[in-house]
Nanobody, 125 residues
Framework: QVQLVESGGGLVQAGGSLRLSCTLS????????MGWFRQAPGKEREFVAA???????AYADSVKGRFTISRDNAKNTVYLQMNSLKPDDTAVYYC???????????????????WGQGTQVTVSS
């Protein structure tokens, strides 16, 4: 059974940085497209960033230039480096995975079939 475990959330001041990690177990990590999504109170879950199993990346316009997604296949882990954080970035951040997900689909939350439990990120002003 494939599982995802996230870590790295917390409370940070505006302008600060955090790094989220998500480790996959029970599957061949290098074959999975990995995504980060977030959900703020009262809002829909939205796409943040994704890294294809080929290592090509995609970002939401709201985080381009501030967030960086990367993967370490040897550690079965995907990272989300978040810099220049803003209060609007406050949300629960979820890691998601789908084996051999296409580039065209990697920004769609409905395309992922494995989800982590989420980690809270709070940015104070």
């Amino acid at each position: 059974q494939v599982q995802l475990v996230e870590s790295g959330g917390g409370l940070v001041q505006a302008g600060g940085s955090l790094r989220l990690s998500c480790t996959l177990s029970g599957g061949t990590f290098s074959t999975y497209t990995m995504g980060w999504f977030r959900q703020a109170p009262g809002k829909e879950r939205e796409f943040v960033a994704a890294i294809h199993w080929s290592s090509k990346t995609a970002y939401a316009d709201s985080v381009k230039g501030r967030f960086t997604i990367s993967r370490d296949n040897a550690k079965n882990t995907v990272y989300l480096q978040m810099n220049s954080l803003k209060p609007d970035d406050t949300a629960v951040y979820y890691c998601a995975a789908r084996r051999f997900l296409s580039l065209a689909a990697q920004t769609s939350k409905d395309a992922y079939d494995i989800w982590g439990q989420g980690t809270q990120v709070t940015v104070s002003s």
